[in-house]
């Protein structure tokens, strides 16, 4: 790539910067970016201003800057300033910029100190800067003042951390070095996402101020807390100088002076400045863009094809013309019945591999879960009998009997169909549940139309709720026509004769062995061996003996 093409970086990613704040969303793409990063007063706001030769960014105690400031800065012949949010409007005068900056931050985040993560994009042209992008965060405070929210600390922190967190973010770390570098909040910041300090450029400001007989050679040298992109030192004016109007360019000759003056810095005088610091960032930015390019470029390509797919959609709509919206409508209708149908009948273009869905799990229910429900019907055999033999003594009053009666036989028989309710009734309920769910799938390509949307499923959901009423009197009809009338000549009952019939049939093929060929109930009477009278036995009878019980017990 030319140098022609490198330095058309910057304003490449400045342009989409601003298409991403005009859409008010970031579109889920991380810019490559730098994010300025220190603590109250460390002196970023006149590292900035030093970039731009201007006075141009709220000045004064407590939170100054409120809201993240996107500071783009590019190389032109004239001076002027340009707002996102004042499009078309040039500022030449630098004190109506810092006015504007402070208009525009109370109309977020209003009176009352409080901070806001809402951008504020300002572009800066100037023939004395370099092509460059950095964003102003709030400085990192401790104690909250005025009527400042308690949790302040943890607010700024938070929006902090939003930024430099994301891989595409340099951390312009800024440091006083008028204190202990240990201790600084930016460093600590960024060390926390940046443990091997790959993406993080240290400054350290105030080295006219630090204590007699002390210096900062040992950080400046990258020796004390290396970085592998290592730190730079300025010299800004003071708030003395700030007050007095001192002109910038005199402040930068003066910071010039200082380095070239000082014992511990002479012999690095050309790495250091507020000129140096503004050519490395410029080189960083550059040769971040060149790395992250392909794989932001895949990612940007990625939600284009996404967007095109969105905006097919669209493509014949037209709000003024009513006959497209009636087509529309109709298109739109006609797919989702379309979709609903493909994932009833299995003919999907988009076959979920993940889990069963839509027909095929309305055939599970019916063919695996509700036999399984039948199966988990389990009865106590012991009650079973129990409820035999009563009905057979309530069937036969004071009256004895050898046999088991029709009527106890359908009695018992009804009450076990009768539980058939159950399993069937919780099936139709899965296969509800199922076409709701169903519908909610194929209403997805009506969500950027929700009130279509949120039509669509009302009315289709109460159709499937009124077919559900009619459903279940069905089977329940269905399950009283079986207890209405037990037809015992079905060729697919066994009785007694069907008993003996299939017992000489598998006798003829192989050897049945003590194969039970009847069960039921038997009442004997009036028989010595049998002490108390007439009583009911569970008899079983096979191709080998006659046994009879009286519960669990073997007679």
């Not at 979920?352 to 695996?368: M, V």
């Not at 969500?447 to 009423?469: D, K, M, S, Y």
Request: overall charge positive; some cysteine; charged content about 25%.
């Amino acid at each position: 790539m030319g140098n022609r093409e490198m330095e058309e970086l910057i304003p490449l990613v400045n342009r989409l910067q601003d298409a991403f704040s005009a859409l008010g969303q970031s579109c889920l793409l991380e810019l490559p970016q730098i994010a300025v990063v220190g603590g109250q007063s460390a002196g970023k706001s006149s590292v900035l201003e030093n970039f731009v030769g201007r006075d141009f960014l709220p000045r004064g105690s407590g939170i100054v800057t409120r809201r993240p400031l996107v500071l783009q800065l590019v190389t032109s012949k004239a001076e002027y300033a340009e707002f996102l949010h004042c499009k078309g409007k040039k500022f030449t005068d630098f004190d109506e910029v810092r006015h504007e900056i402070e208009a525009e931050t109370d109309r977020v985040t209003g009176m009352n100190k409080g901070i806001s993560s809402i951008p504020i994009n300002l572009r800066v042209y100037s023939p004395h800067v370099l092509n460059l992008t950095l964003i102003d965060l709030p400085g990192i405070t401790k104690v909250p003042v005025g009527d400042q929210p308690p949790d302040i600390e943890y607010q700024i922190r938070e929006m902090i951390m939003q930024f430099i967190m994301r891989e595409n973010c340099l951390i312009l770390a800024v440091t006083p070095a008028n204190t202990d570098l240990a201790n600084s909040d930016a460093l600590k910041l960024a060390k926390e996402v940046d443990p091997q300090g790959l993406r993080t450029i240290g400054v350290i400001t105030k080295l006219d101020l630090m204590d007699e007989g002390t210096d900062a050679r040992d950080v400046l040298e990258n020796k004390l807390l290396p970085l592998r992109r290592g730190y730079v030192g300025v010299v800004n004016r003071s708030q003395k100088d700030i007050d007095g109007k001192k002109d910038i360019k005199a402040a930068m000759l003066a910071e010039r002076k200082f380095f070239l003056s000082h014992p511990a810095y002479r012999h690095i005088a050309d790495r250091m400045g507020t000129p140096h610091l503004q050519k490395v960032l410029n080189q960083q930015l550059t040769n971040h863009i060149r790395d992250t390019l392909p794989n932001f470029r895949n990612k940007l390509q990625g939600q284009l094809l996404s967007i095109e797919h969105e905006v097919e959609a669209y493509k014949n709509f037209k709000p003024e013309d009513p006959t497209r919206k009636t087509k529309a409508l109709l298109q739109m209708v006609q797919q989702f019945a379309v979709d609903f149908e493909k994932r009833i009948e299995g003919s999907g273009d988009q076959v979920d591999t993940l889990e069963l869905s839509g027909g095929a799990k309305i055939n599970r229910i019916f063919h695996e879960r509700f036999p399984f429900e039948i199966v988990k019907m389990e009865f106590n055999e012991k009650e079973l009998r129990r409820e035999i033999s009563y009905a057979i003594k309530n069937i036969h009053g004071i009256r004895t009997g050898l046999f088991t009666p029709d009527m106890a036989f359908e009695a018992i028989v009804k009450k076990q169909i009768v539980k058939l309710k159950g399993p069937s009734l919780k099936s139709v309920d899965l296969v509800i549940q199922e076409l709701i769910n169903t519908v909610k799938k194929c209403t997805k390509k009506l969500a950027n139309f929700p009130r279509l949307c949120e039509e669509t499923e009302r009315i289709v959901a109460n159709h499937i709720r009124e077919r559900e009423g009619k459903t279940k009197d069905q089977v329940l009809l269905l399950i009283d026509i079986q207890v209405s009338y037990i037809n015992t000549n079905h060729e697919d009952f066994i009785g007694f004769a069907n008993a003996q019939q299939r017992s000489s049939q598998v006798h003829k093929k192989t050897t049945i062995g003590n194969q039970v060929i009847r069960k039921g109930w038997l009442t004997i009477s009036n028989i010595g061996i049998m002490k108390g009278g007439s009583k009911g036995y569970w008899f079983v009878l096979t191709a080998e003996s006659l046994s009879w019980y009286k519960d669990d017990e073997n007679i």
